[in-house]
């Protein structure tokens, strides 16, 4: 069941941006510091072995055309999931090793968040994939009753809206980010200040 309202603030959020109402802040769980291991990524995108492509039987009868047609269709599928997870494990890598370093100093991401980031990471991969392949089809594909919609927008589109909501959590936004105050305290001569 849902709780109408406004979605509570983290503890050190409030912290963080003030408590102008003077409401109780409650205590979080303490969490010991522990360094956060990327996963490996082969897990998530095992490493696929096409194989050869079905040679094409001579002199075949319909029904071995057919099947021979289906296998083809079924190597080709194979083939575009073996490119999808190459490309999958370098994205993940990439992103983990753009984002995990800037989320534990500036968030203080620990290691209970571990699955939060890598659900972020292969995200971003897989629309990526979805993007790239979007490039190379084209957004009009031949569908059985004529041209229509890759069904690869849908993919991304999905992809995409799961992404807005990692980018909310972790903070990844320049708006999540403005919500976050500068450090008090230091020199109050502002003279070096562009915003005067």
Known sequence: MTVPGRKPKPPLQVVREGNPGHRPVRETAKLPPAELIEPDWQSFFPDIKPGRKPRAPRGADEDQLREYQEEVAAWMRLRLAAEAAEAGRTA???????????????????????????????????????????????????????????????????????????????????????????????????????FD
């Open 92 to 194: 993940t890598a990439r992103e983990w090793a753009r984002v995990v370093p800037q989320l534990v100093i500036g968030t203080g991401l620990g290691a209970v968040d571990r699955s939060v980031v890598v659900d972020y990471c292969v995200c971003v991969a897989r629309l990526e994939w979805c993007e790239y392949r979007l490039s190379v089809e084209g957004l009009i594909t031949m569908g059985q009753r004529g041209p229509c919609r890759n069904p690869l927008t849908t993919v991304a589109s999905q992809y995409r809206t799961q992404l807005k909501a990692y980018i909310g959590e972790l903070g990844l936004s320049p708006s999540a980010r403005g919500r976050i105050p500068p450090p008090e305290g230091g020199d109050d001569d502002d003279d070096g200040d562009v």
